[in-house]
């Protein structure tokens, strides 16, 4: 069965730090882009980060960057994001993703397996 | 970055009606164009890709169709399944990747 399982989310307070996982299962992991994507309570979806099948190339949504990075250990099949600087705003449901292809800015691409999320609240 | 808006943002409707949700993109984004749907609780589902591209596994009644700026998610038949909330995603070359606000179809 393809699945991904996210794991770390928790309670933090304002301006620390907090790394997500996301354990990937039933496909070929180091074929296919993944990425991050975050939902507020009660709001929509919002992209946050992708990373390519090798991890050689990142990108990430302006209100991210700089203080997220991601990163993949494809040897173990998992897909991290490390939240540095954490604000209020950034509090929401992470999601981990999967692209249909292995890298990027590709007409047939699109998020086709997804997670089921784990709670990231950022409050003192 | 492309900007994604949606509508209507809510849409009543019954079972058995054929129903359309228009994104439109500030900036032409080809055929670059994704549609989801998300229930209560649970993780986005993948519809539609490249604007027209049905999804393995998706029923026949989603359709998609459009390109440029303009793009629709038609449902053919409403069935009770289907009232959920309904989002695009553009992907086009070296943008960021970006939703809409979504759509919440409900049931009249």
């Known amino acids: 069965e393809v699945q991904l399982v996210e794991s770390g989310g928790g309670l933090v307070q304002p301006g620390r730090s907090l790394r997500l996982s996301c354990a990937a299962s039933g496909f070929t992991f180091d074929d296919y882009a993944m990425h991050w994507v975050r939902q507020a309570p009660g709001k929509g979806l919002e992209w946050v980060s992708g990373i390519n099948w090798n991890g050689g190339s990142t990108n990430y949504a302006d209100s991210v960057k700089g203080r997220f990075t991601i990163s993949r250990d494809n040897a173990k099949k998992s897909l991290s994001l490390q939240l540095n600087s954490l604000r209020a705003e950034d509090t929401a449901l992470y999601y981990c993703a999967k692209g249909k292809l292995y890298d990027f800015w590709n007409e047939d691409d699109a998020f086709d397996i997804w997670g089921q999320g784990t709670m990231v609240t950022v409050s003192s | ?108």
């Open chain 2, 1 to 108: 970055d492309i900007q994604l808006t949606q509508s209507p943002s809510t849409l009543s409707a019954s079972v058995g009606d054929r129903v359309t949700i228009t994104c439109r993109a500030s900036q032409s984004i080809s055929s670059w164009l994704a549609w989801y749907q998300q229930k209560p609780g649970k993780a986005p589902k993948l519809l539609i890709y490249k604007a027209s591209s049905l999804e393995s596994g998706v029923p026949s009644r989603f359709s998609g169709s459009g390109s440029g700026t303009e793009f629709t998610l038609t449902i053919s038949s409403l069935q009770p399944d289907d009232f959920a909330t309904y989002y695009c995603q553009q992907y086009n070359a070296f943008s960021p990747y970006s939703f809409g606000q979504g759509t919440k179809l409900e049931i009249k």
